[in-house]
């Protein structure tokens, strides 16, 4: 079945600093994927949508500036926290779609991000 | 934009009994109707889906139904097992073409199924 792998699994980095996290479909071509943060106890929000090769469409509320997403391949998309500070700490997760090829959603394993 | 309701909450059931979960969308545009179980630090996983088209749905212990008048769905487990604890969100996206779209989120449902 479809697969996507996230990484890094979890991530600790100092205020400031900035992580990156990748996301890539690996037996599929990912044409849209979807970056979602869920704090403890909580759903997940949708932060941003990618299609490959064109920007990102943030949600209302989310820093486009802060949160950079970048889709320049169909098997590679990445979500950059820039300047992380601990109100950022979170569960991150990605959800790649295939088009026709690949008509659903894949959830990547998430990446614990704590900032201290 | 669309707007998932869930209820309850919590949801503590004994070993055996059913637990049904509930869910209301404000989009009328909304027909695709997924079901996720996740455990604790791991991804969503999809138990069951319905779209638009269909009333209800069932695989094995697990039924979805869906009432477009009203905006409503709901998640129905069976013969529940303690295996069955988890969270569970319910979402809608209006998928079209190649796409499922973006899903909007219930708030999750902690159940508890007691031995």
């Known amino acids: 079945g479809a697969v996507v792998s996230q990484h890094p699994s979890w991530v600790i980095c100092k205020s400031g600093t900035s992580v990156k996290i990748e996301c890539r479909s690996l037996?599929?071509?990912?044409?849209?994927m979807f970056w979602y943060r869920q704090f403890p106890k909580q759903s997940l929000m949708l932060m941003a949508t990618?299609?490959?090769?064109?920007?990102?469409?943030?949600e209302q509320g989310v820093e486009k500036d802060k949160f950079l997403i970048n889709h320049a391949s169909l098997t590679l998309s990445t979500l950059t926290v820039t300047s992380a500070h601990p109100e950022d700490s979170s569960f991150y997760i990605c959800?790649?779609?295939?088009?026709?090829?690949?008509?659903?959603?894949?959830f990547g394993s998430g990446t614990r991000l704590t900032v201290v | 934009g669309e707007n998932v309701e869930q209820h309850p909450s919590t949801l503590s059931v004994q070993e055996g009994d059913s637990a049904v979960i509930k869910c209301t969308y404000s989009?009328?545009?909304?027909?695709?109707f997924p079901w996720y179980k996740q455990e604790l630090g791991k991804r969503p996983q999809l138990i069951i889906d319905i779209r638009s088209n269909v009333g209800e749905k069932k695989d094995q212990r697990i039924a979805v139904t869906l009432n477009k008048t009203a905006k409503h769905f709901s998640l129905h487990i069976t013969e529940t097992q303690p295996e069955d604890s988890a969270v569970y969100f319910c979402a809608a996206s209006n998928a079209g073409g190649t796409s499922y779209g973006k899903l909007t989120f219930g708030q999750g449902t902690i159940l508890t199924v007691h031995p």
């Open positions: 990618s299609n490959e090769g064109s920007k990102a469409t943030y």
């Open positions: 959800s790649a779609e295939g088009g026709r090829a690949h008509y659903g959603y894949t």
């Open positions: 037996d599929f071509q990912a044409t849209t």
């Open positions: 989009d009328s545009a909304s027909n695709y």
